[in-house]
């Protein structure tokens, strides 16, 4: 097996993530470089390639695709609207990509990497990692092998959690369409993507509506100043306090915007939070993406369904009705019925048939285990003789963004957008 030298353009919390466990792949993979404009994140992608192996750091992506071809595969890890000009200079370059979803910010952007991976032959593994996990993979064996039937309609809801919503996407990177990209691309092309998959039918239509209702200054509580650290008289009963990213359970969210999270002082990090962006009220900053976005898609075949993107709840949900049954599973059955899927036949008496998903032991359990799963086969992917068998390639992802870009789109415009089939 021929190991695949691997370079990381953009060193943040994904990109780490990756290459920690690329290190436990060592026959498989190597660590030849990284680049990011803070020295501390190449230093921790560094320490995972072995001591005196060949790593090259970088203080930009742009400085590091001067050097000449970096590796066999960059794994592009840079913010939203920085993947079209990176991904097409590391495929000009002779590389193949790991790329983060989006796989662009903006439609025309997309659409250019593709072309521009098709013209260069260019393998792209986008970094839709929810199809790699357990739990999904074994909705899809389901469904293929008939349990309910036909598909008719499904219902799919994701809880992005509210404290999630404030640290990413109204505090966070995530918080300005212009700098970023619609929520629903950033955060819910995942689930655009598991929809396509799922149903397994070129959508036709999509109508959408949401908007921002919560995380405004119309609901700031009286006398709440810009930013935590001044002083909130509502403080104590804030939800969204920002005093709370050094609690124990804020220090993983705060780990992934500060490098020193872990052992920074409570001190240290109010002192951070009195100049970071995640220091300001929740209901004073400059966030402009919907906390709420509801979905109706039509695929061929008058196959139907809707999708609920809500900052109100926790976790994701599913439920997809089919000629012979209902499946559903996801975050609520678990908290209710201890298992992660149920199964109903139609019919009179016909029992419940509760599924339970072996998930892995922590460590490699993020996003349920869709981290490991997409490097786990990321390499049979780049080298496979049919490029048609990767399972999140380029031209596959498309169709999420796709729909994405559509929803964006009837959302501003209250109209259904017809897409392309």
Known sequence: ?????????????????????????????????AADPVPERVAVIRSHAPAGADFRSFASAEAMFAAGKPADVVVVGTQDAQHRDHAIRAMELGCDLLLEKPIAHRLEDTLAVRDAARRLGRRVVVCHVLRYTPFYAR?????????????????????????????????????????????ILAKSCHDMD?????????????????????????????????????????????????????????????????????????????????????????YRCDNDVVDHQVIAARF?????????MTAFDEGRHLEIFGTEGVLRGGAF??????????VTRHGWEQPTEKIVVETPA???????????????????????????????????????HLMAFAAEESRRSSRTVTLAV
């Open 333 to 342: 059955v678990k908290k209710q019925l201890g298992c992660d899927l149920t």
């Open 362 to 400: 922590a460590g490699y359990a993020g996003h349920g285990g869709g981290d490991f799963g997409l490097m786990s086969t990321l390499h049979a992917d780049l080298t496979c003789p049919d490029p048609a068998a990767m399972r999140t390639s380029l031209e596959v992802s498309l169709q999420s």
């Open 1 to 33: 097996m021929r190991r695949l030298s691997l370079a990381f353009c953009g060193s943040g919390s994904r990109a780490r993530t990756y290459a920690a466990i690329a290190a436990g792949m060592s026959d498989q993979f190597a660590l030849v470089a």
């Open 139 to 183: 909705v899809h064996a389901l469904l293929r092998a008939g349990a309910i039937g036909d598909i008719i309609s499904a219902n799919f809801i994701e809880g992005v959690q509210p404290w999630h919503q404030a640290h990413s996407f109204v505090r966070g990177h995530w918080s300005v369409e212009a700098s970023s990209s619609p929520m």
């Open 300 to 308: 061929t075949g008058q196959v139907t369904a809707t999708f609920t």
């Open 194 to 282: 598991l929809l396509a998959w799922l149903i397994d039918r070129p959508c036709e239509a999509v109508s959408s509506h949401g908007g921002l209702s919560h995380f405004t200054a119309a609901r700031a509580p009286a006398g709440a100043p810009a930013r935590c650290t001044d002083g909130c008289p509502a403080a104590a009963s804030c939800l969204y306090d920002a005093h709370r990213y050094a609690r124990p359970e804020g220090r993983r969210w705060l780990a992934m915007v500060h490098d020193r999270a872990k052992e920074a002082s409570d001190a240290e990090v109010f002192d951070w939070l009195r100049t970071s962006p995640w220091g300001r009220c929740v």
